[in-house]
């Protein structure tokens, strides 16, 4: 069974920064692509990033520039630094795994981020 825990989430206030951390366990030999979405109260899920297998990155207009997202394959761990946080940011953030083998997709649980003015 596939698990993503999701970690680092919290309340901070503008300007400021949250690392968010994803673990996944289970029966995964091999990671294709890591990512995290975010999904704001009344709106719907959105991309804000995503790290393949070698290390390319892709961002979400919103987040270039503030965030940066990394991987640690030993530890099947994706993390997502947030900078300069806004308002704007605030959301469920949810990690997104697809498994090199088989292509499925697994998602975490969420965490949630509330960035106050």
């Known amino acids: 069974q596939v698990q993503l825990v999701e970690s680092g989430g919290g309340l901070v206030q503008a300007g400021g920064s949250l690392r968010l951390s994803c673990a996944a366990s289970?029966?995964?030999?091999?990671?294709?692509?890591m990512a995290w979405y975010r999904q704001a109260p009344g709106k719907q899920r959105e991309f804000v990033a995503v790290?393949?297998?070698?290390?390319?990155?892709t961002y979400a207009d919103s987040a270039k520039g503030r965030f940066t997202i990394s991987r640690d394959n030993a530890k099947n761990t994706v993390y997502l630094q947030m900078n300069n946080l806004k308002p704007e940011d605030t959301a469920v953030y949810y990690c997104?795994?697809?498994?090199?083998?088989?292509?499925?997709?697994?998602w975490g649980q969420g965490t949630q981020v509330t960035v106050s003015t």
């Open positions: 289970g029966l995964i030999f091999s990671i294709n692509s």
């Open positions: 997104n795994i697809v498994v090199l083998t088989t292509a499925t997709t697994y």
């Open positions: 790290i393949s297998r070698s290390d390319r990155t």
